[in-house]
């Protein structure tokens, strides 16, 4: 399908796919099996730019937007989605600075993610806040000289490997989610140290961590925008990102799909090709228009974002939630199509199923998500009445 992208988001997914079929392919079984954060591939993005792609040119970076972030993320998840996830969640945690920090937050921190220097991380997520961030407890205590953080974050990407982290705090414990705000910790900083790091079903390479914050001082002009305003500013950044997790999802089904085929142009069984089973190619059918209906809804929600149109929050939980569903049933099928091979590890298909589980959960969960999305069904039915 022709999904009209422009002569440099070509050239950005094009070399987005090489670097992931020359440097990751070779290395991404072995990544997984270690559970080792590939800093090697990151510093290979780094060295080609794509660190760049999302950063406006001000900041040293290439001015991209929501949808050539996507590309890029798309194509490392086809090969590995750990890589995908480890480059992205360095978008996530420098689009609040991006959107709401001042110009000196900016000059401090967005050049470096653009080249690569430093990664970046977003941390919401608690012991008591999931599907619920706003129930978050990590309290930020004004004093002299700056804020006073005290909690634990937890299951965060890049956790322990990013150096700039953009934290929800409180900054007002009496006003719950309202008395929230966004502040930047910087690694190293005294008070802040790492907790657990977690071993997981899937995107194993990738670092999973908790945050944990003891009596640490912070600057006052690493706040970000105004006290009060975190919550808000989470919900708007997840509604900015979401794309780029339904792209993570597309990528995985694209990378199962193309096992699956190659594997059914294989395998005989019964004197004939699986491709040539009707019950084969009816299934292969079915994931290859999951797979591009996942991907136009993905682009269609990406480009929405970078239209700045100012309510995007549905159809990027639209998105979301239909390329992780579908990304959980076609690599579900590509490893039935492989079989018994397809359950191995030498086969990339199980990885792939693994890794698409987390796709449903994180960056708001399928059925919160979908909560959120019949919530402003019913509201557009209200004022339509
Ligand atoms: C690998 C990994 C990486 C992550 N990275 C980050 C990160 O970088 N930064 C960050 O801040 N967080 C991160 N998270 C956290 C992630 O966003 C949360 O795990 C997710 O929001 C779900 O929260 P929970 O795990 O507490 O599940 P819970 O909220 O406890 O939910 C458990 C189940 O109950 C369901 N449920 C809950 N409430 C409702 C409801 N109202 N209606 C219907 N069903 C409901 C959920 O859908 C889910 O199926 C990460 C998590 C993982 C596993």
Known sequence: MDYFISEQQQTIKSLARKLAEERVLPVRAELDEKEEFPWAIIKDLADADMFRVFIPEEYEGLGGGCLE??????????????????????????????????????????????????????????????????????????????????????????????????????????????????IIVEKDTPGFTFGKKEKKLGIRASATRELVFRNCLVPEENLIGRPGMGFIQAMRLFDRSRPGIACQAVGIAQGALEAAVDYAQQRVQFNQLLISMPVVQNMLADMAIQVEA????????????????????????????????????????????????????????????????????????????????????????????
């Open 69 to 182: 972030l996507c590309l890029v993320i798309e194509e490392l998840s086809r090969v590995c989605s750990s890589v995908a996830v480890s480059y992205a969640a360095s978008a996530l945690g420098c689009f609040t600075v991006m959107d709401y920090g001042t110009e000196e937050q900016k000059r401090r921190f967005l050049p470096d993610i653009a080249s690569g220097k430093r990664l970046g991380a977003f941390a919401i997520t608690e012991p008591t806040a999931g599907s619920d961030a706003s129930n978050i407890k990590t309290t930020a205590e004004k004093v002299e000289g700056g804020y006073l953080l005290n909690g634990t974050k937890q299951f965060i990407t890049n956790g322990g490997e990013a150096e700039i982290y953009t934290v929800i705090v409180l900054t007002d414990k009496t006003k719950g989610a309202r008395g929230a705000s966004a």
């Open 294 to 385: 996942a991907r136009a809804l993905a682009y269609a929600a990406a480009r929405m974002v970078d239209s700045g149109a100012r309510n995007v929050s549905e159809e990027s939980a639209m998105s979301k939630v239909f390329a992780s569903d579908a990304a959980m049933k076609v690599t579900t099928n590509a490893v039935q199509i492989c079989g018994g091979a397809g359950y191995m590890k030498d086969y990339p298909v199980e990885k792939m199923m693994r890794d698409a589980k987390i796709t449903q959960i994180y960056e708001g969960s399928n059925e919160v998500l979908r909560n959120a999305i019949a919530v402003s069904l019913r509201k557009r039915k209200a004022r339509t009445a």
